[in-house]
């Protein structure tokens, strides 16, 4: 099956800055590719996605780039904030919303 | 935004006995999900639910696992009997379509199940 490999356990950028999360997957037959972000207590609130019949895709501050030749996708947050800090998860699905998802990202903003 | 509760949030439970977690989608939505999140490990699917009848599950939706959602109420994951190796946090989420292209899905916060 699918497996999705988030390469940053951690990540810790400062306030202002630019924080890059990647992932990788193996199925070529993925098509679609989520990301959401988890606040301490919380439950996953997703946060963008992109389909495979685009290779960028942007929302204000968050931007997703796809490479389906390399099978890597990366989630851009430009502009940090301290809310910004949370763990992301990525995530791969080829179909009927079953998702596979990477190992989680903690992203800490320092001020 | 859209939101799915999930009750309770803690549940600790002897092994051997039943167990039943508790979904309440977003209204409007027709598809139904459980995932499985051991601790410090991926977040895995378990299963999917639409129209009354399961669509898709994973290996880890064992014999003891069952889903259902009588008359619109909770949408509800059943373990009957409990296994240690149960304990996990248990997300239930909810997309409003399912189709050839894959819809939001909306998370719960989770329920953390411990199996003693």
């Known amino acids: 099956g699918e497996k999705v490999e988030q390469h940053e356990s951690t990540l810790s950028v400062r306030e202002g800055d630019s924080a890059v999360i990647n992932c990788t997957y193996t199925?070529?037959?993925?098509?679609?590719f989520p990301w959401y972000k988890q606040e301490a207590g919380k439950g996953l609130h997703f946060v963008i996605d992109i389909r495979s019949n685009v290779d960028r895709k942007q929302s204000q501050r968050l931007i997703v780039l796809l490479d389906k030749k390399a099978k890597r996708f990366s989630l851009h947050i430009t502009a940090t904030q301290p809310e910004d800090s949370a763990i992301y998860f990525c995530a791969a699905s080829m179909r009927y919303n079953v998702l596979y998802f990477g190992s989680g990202t903690k992203l800490t903003v320092e001020p | 935004g859209p939101k799915v509760l999930q009750i309770p949030s803690h549940q600790i439970i002897d092994m051997g006995q039943m167990v039943t977690l508790n979904c309440d989608p977003v209204?409007?939505?027709?598809?139904f999900y459980w995932y499985k999140q051991i601790l410090g490990q991926q977040m895995e699917f378990l299963v999917n639910?639409?129209?009354?009848?399961?669509?898709?599950k994973s290996k880890l939706f064992k014999d003891q696992f069952s889903v259902e959602r009588p008359d619109g109420s909770y949408f509800t994951l059943k373990i009957q009997p409990t296994a240690l190796e149960d304990s996990a946090v248990y997300f239930c989420?909810?997309?409003?379509?399912?189709?050839?292209?894959?819809?939001?899905?909306?998370f719960g916060s989770g329920t953390r199940l411990t199996v003693l």
């Open positions: 199925d070529t037959a993925s098509s679609y």
């Open positions: 639910f639409y129209n009354g009848k399961v669509m898709e």
């Open positions: 209204s409007n939505h027709l598809y």
């Open positions: 989420a909810s997309s409003p379509r399912l189709g050839g292209v894959a819809e939001t899905l909306y």
